[in-house]
Every structure is written in C-alpha cells, then in structure tokens.
C-alpha cells in the first residue's frame, strides 16, 4: 500500500506595525471652507496644501482635457485669465509640471494614492509631476529632518521643479481626481484594473522607496528564511480604524484557499493590532 505524501507545511509569519493614536485635537483641525473644501480637515484630503504663488487648475480645464486630450487643455489655458495664457507657451516647450503637495493628517499611503490619483489625469496631457508634502498636519512628516514629508520615504520626484513652471488642482479638481482614482474599488473587476494601471504608473514616474525601506524589509525576509522563489500571500490587517469591518475569521478562506494550491506556502499578516495575530495564531489551523 503506498504511504500518502504529506503536504509541505504551511508557515505563517506575523508583524505589528506602530500606529499613531487617534485623539479629540485630530478631529477638531476644521480650517475654513474654500469652495465646498475644509483646508485642514483629515476628511478633505485631497484638497491638499494650496501655495499662493502656484497657479489652480480648474474643473473646466479638464473638461476641455475629456472632449480633446491635450489640444483640449491647451485651448483651456489660452480661453483662461493671464495667468493661464503665461503658461500656454511654457506648457508647448514642455516645461510644465504638476505639483502635488501632502496629505493633510491622513493615513500613510494616501501620500503615494494622492500622486496616483492625480497623475492618472495628468497623464492625458503629458504633464510630469513634481511632488513637494511638507505640510504641518501630516502625521508622518518630521520636521527635524531636511526631507519633507515624501522624501523621507520615497525618493524624489522633480521636487526642485521651477515655481514659475508649476501648476497645481485646485480644491474641487483634486477632489474630482481623488474620487475619480484614488478611492478604494469594491468590485473584483474594477480592483484588477486599478491595481493594473496603478501598477504601471508606479514603474513609469517612478515611485521608489528610499534604500534603508528595501533593505529593511530584505533583512526581514532573509531573518525569516523567505527568498525569491518562495509563494507569498500578504494579507494587511487593519485592527486600530478597521477591526469592525474585518475580523481575522474574514480572511481565513481565502488564506485556506492559498495554502491549499500552493505547497509550502506563507502566509504573511501585517497588522497594527496584537490581538489581531494572536488571533490569527490561535484560530487559524491552516495544515
């Protein structure tokens, strides 16, 4: 009688990521209304940090983008005040860049969605990017160190951009971007195609982690035995804002269905809240 062949071992790796309190001083950041946005609400974060001496794209600039691409925007430009038409000639030699500031008190990567988000429209009309966070409400930001709030974690996209070539969104188009690009997709469909383009226009600005973030997360790796050929599910658990949307029992199909067509595979739980792993641990009988 033959002897059945066991099934490599699932392994299951866990890490707790620091999170950053919540408290009643955060919610009451309401600055003024500006055209239907809060300026300094965590709520209104696409309308972003909004400097004097840049000129404010318009919802009607890129409707003209919608109806007819880049001659579209180039029109725009030339029907608006004397501003804009100052840019026409600088936008033709290709000297224009969109600049993309900080988020306002929100989650991390909201940073890298807002230039996602954002760049998605640009694109339509050839505009590189030039992104500058400094903003005193962004959580992540230390202002002790000479980087600003992107160039901290990221490496730098056309930070030193010339002001006199920048434009920006203002509040109602970067709203319009952010709901447009940057929320979350609900349907499987709609997900692999945002994680589709999203994908691209990563490799295409590019957005890089600073080096100590790879080589942080290659000691993890190689501390816990994992390399290049090994079959990884990640599973992001979010335990601080989220735990009543997605208990650990939620995620463990899927995780089952993972270890059962992949042999030796590993499971790799992030998440900010203990208990969340412990549970995970303790509930999750995945050989």
């Given at each position: 009688?033959p002897i059945?062949?066991?099934?490599?071992?699932?392994?299951?790796?866990a890490?707790?990521?620091?999170?950053?309190?919540?408290?009643?001083?955060?919610?009451?950041?309401?600055?003024?209304?500006?055209?239907?946005?809060?300026s300094?609400?965590?709520?209104?974060?696409?309308?972003?940090?909004?400097?004097?001496?840049?000129?404010?794209?318009?919802?009607?600039?890129?409707?003209a983008?919608?109806?007819?691409?880049?001659?579209?925007?180039?029109?725009?430009?030339?029907?608006?005040?004397?501003?804009?038409?100052?840019?026409?000639s600088?936008?033709?030699?290709?000297?224009?860049?969109?600049?993309?500031t900080?988020?306002?008190?929100?989650?991390?990567?909201?940073?890298?969605?807002?230039?996602?988000?954002?760049?998605?429209?640009?694109?339509?009309?050839?505009?590189?990017?030039?992104?500058?966070?400094?903003?005193?409400?962004?959580?992540y930001?230390?202002?002790?160190?000479?980087?600003?709030?992107?160039?901290?974690?990221f490496?730098?996209?056309?930070?030193?951009?010339?002001?006199?070539?920048?434009?920006?969104?203002?509040?109602?188009?970067?709203a319009?971007?952010?709901?447009?690009?940057?929320?979350?997709?609900?349907?499987?469909?709609?997900?692999?195609t945002q994680?589709?383009?999203?994908?691209?226009?990563v490799?295409?600005?590019?957005?890089?982690?600073?080096?100590?973030?790879?080589?942080?997360?290659?000691?993890?790796?190689?501390?816990?035995?994992?390399?290049?050929?090994?079959?990884?599910?990640?599973?992001?658990?979010?335990?601080t804002?989220?735990?009543?949307?997605?208990?650990?029992?939620?995620?463990?199909?899927?995780?089952?269905?993972?270890?059962c067509?992949?042999?030796?595979?590993?499971?790799?739980?992030?998440?900010?809240?203990?208990?969340?792993?412990?549970?995970?641990?303790?509930?999750?009988?995945?050989?």
């Amino acid at each position: 009688m033959p002897i059945p062949r066991r099934r490599p071992r699932t392994v299951l790796l866990a890490l707790e990521l620091p999170h950053k309190e919540s408290t009643a001083a955060d919610c009451r950041l309401h600055g003024p209304v500006v055209r239907g946005c809060f300026s300094r609400c965590n709520h209104y974060t696409p309308c972003l940090v909004r400097p004097k001496d840049i000129a404010q794209l318009d919802r009607a600039v890129f409707k003209a983008v919608e109806a007819n691409g880049s001659f579209g925007f180039g029109q725009a430009l030339l029907a608006g005040g004397a501003a804009h038409r100052r840019l026409y000639s600088r936008y033709q030699q290709g000297r224009l860049a969109l600049r993309i500031t900080g988020p306002l008190q929100d989650g991390f990567w909201v940073r890298a969605t807002v230039v996602l988000a954002q760049a998605h429209m640009a694109q339509l009309v050839g505009l590189p990017l030039s992104v500058a966070y400094r903003s005193t409400f962004d959580s992540y930001d230390n202002r002790l160190q000479a980087q600003d709030g992107w160039g901290q974690y990221f490496e730098p996209i056309n930070a030193d951009w010339p002001k006199e070539d920048l434009v920006q969104f203002d509040c109602s188009l970067a709203a319009s971007a952010w709901h447009r690009s940057g929320t979350y997709a609900y349907r499987h469909s709609t997900s692999m195609t945002q994680r589709a383009w999203r994908t691209r226009m990563v490799q295409a600005l590019p957005i890089n982690p600073r080096p100590y973030f790879w080589r942080a997360a290659n000691d993890f790796w190689v501390a816990h035995g994992v390399d290049k050929e090994a079959k990884v599910l990640g599973v992001h658990m979010r335990g601080t804002d989220k735990k009543c949307h997605a208990q650990p029992k939620a995620y463990l199909k899927f995780a089952r269905a993972f270890a059962c067509h992949t042999p030796s595979a590993i499971i790799f739980i992030a998440t900010d809240d203990r208990a969340m792993i412990e549970e995970v641990r303790a509930t999750w009988h995945l050989n």
